[in-house]
């Protein structure tokens, strides 16, 4: 393939990579960050030996990486990180909320003076210097065209640089179907007759889920303040699509702190009627699951981010809710020619539509499945451009 590295290359020495990604793994969505990049190292060919710097490995995302990558070493820092500094020829910084380890890159690049990229991040909280490492990578790519816009107006000239989409697009093969379906046997959940949603918080209450994290009252407050009308417009949707297309409906999450809020805003306030045709799920899944659930399903919806991206990935449609307190991130849906499914949740007008657009997917299934397919394209497209790049700084680090 195009992105791979010339023999001559492969046969010197195969490149040697540090990975700084994993952030934190009480949501799916970070660990489908690094899952996303191991997946796309394969698909294009990287002959590289990986070594992860990860900050968050609980809550089974260490076995998991294991079983499904068991090559790529991972350390969380100590000598295994000086060691990764001396003998890797490239830190790959991976997907993230903002330029989130811009502290440990500079540093990489002060220190060993060896190159470094950036893939699929917001651009948030900008500062002199973030925007003067980012100005040293060999590449930097935005998830969101609004970042990828923002990084030119406060001086990002990196010479390759622009959109390229969040690395948890490249979730396809890391899916455990067996305990799918029997997940989907257990809850009489038919392949093609049931859609998701996931519910969410305003602000994530990590102080429910990490021990000796501090209690943010403003930010509980405004969490209970919008707890009902940020999931309103869904529970109308459940109820349209259980009454109007007989197909079920599955409340599930995507971080763990989305469990109870499901059973709470989605689950318990629907009718009697409705309620017997949607299944609750009362534990934490991992990607592997999740995903295998999200292919069998006819769509899904709510207000989170990466399970859409994961569905996406694989040609299941995906209704994406968003508000200003969260990063720019939901804008992607618009570089991906999906912006009919993007709902901003503080614009009531736009917010009206969304139970119409979900139940539209469910009466329509073949005609979301094409669009899905439409914006899977676009992604696909840009992925092979960036790995394409990467490959090219690899050899030019190695023969450096």
């Known amino acids: 393939m195009a992105t791979a590295l010339s023999p001559s290359a492969a046969a010197a020495r195969r490149p040697r990579v540090l990975l700084r990604n994993g952030w934190q793994s009480q949501n799916i969505g970070d660990i489908a960050h690094y899952v996303g990049m191991m997946e796309l190292f394969r698909r294009h060919d990287i002959e590289a030996d990986v070594r992860f710097w990860t900050s968050n490995m609980d809550h089974g995302a260490d076995d998991l990486f294991r079983k499904y990558f068991p090559d790529v070493p991972f350390f969380s820092g100590g000598d295994q990180v000086a060691q990764a500094f001396e003998e890797c020829d490239f830190l790959l910084h991976g997907s993230g909320s903002g330029f989130v380890a811009h502290g440990d890159t500079r540093r990489w690049h002060e220190q060993t003076g060896k190159p470094f990229g950036v893939m699929g991040i917001s651009l948030t909280g900008i500062n002199e210097s973030i925007i003067d490492t980012l100005n040293q990578a060999d590449f930097v790519y935005f998830r969101d065209g609004v970042s990828a816009a923002r990084a030119e107006e406060h001086g990002v000239t990196t010479a390759v640089r622009g959109w390229g989409p969040d690395t948890a697009f490249g ?25 998701c949603v996931i519910p969410r918080f305003r602000w994530t209450p990590f102080w429910e889920v990490y021990e000796g994290r501090e209690f943010d009252a403003g930010r509980h407050a405004r969490n209970e303040e919008r ?13 349209s699509i259980v009454r109007e297309t007989g197909m079920k409906v599955l409340v599930t999450h995507e971080d763990q702190t989305q469990i109870q809020l499901g059973r709470e805003v989605l689950y318990e306030p629907l009718p009697d009627d409705v309620r017997q045709h949607v299944v609750w799920r009362d534990h934490f899944w991992l990607p592997d699951e999740a995903l ?9 919806f709510g207000n989170e981010m990466h399970s859409p991206i994961m569905c996406i990935a694989n040609g299941i449609p995906a209704v ?65 451009h960036q790995f394409t790049t990467l490959a090219e700084s690899l050899r030019a680090a190695v023969a450096g």
């Open 292 to 300: 295998a659930v999200y292919r069998r399903s006819a769509g899904l």
């Open 227 to 239: 707890k009902d009308p940020d999931h309103a417009p869904h529970r109308e949707a459940i109820i």
């Open 320 to 384: 994406v809710g968003r508000w200003d307190e969260q990063t720019d991130k939901g804008f992607m849906w618009r570089d991906i020619g999906l912006e009919d499914w993007l709902f901003t949740m503080d614009d009531e007008e736009r917010v009206g539509q969304l139970p119409a657009t979900v139940l539209a997917i469910a009466s329509d299934p073949q005609a979301a499945a094409a669009k899905a397919a439409e914006a899977r394209a676009k992604v696909l497209e840009r992925q092979r």
């Open 171 to 195: 979730v396809v093969e890391t899916r455990d179907d067996d305990r799918a379906e029997a997940f989907l046997a257990e809850h009489d959940l038919e392949e093609g007759r049931f859609m």
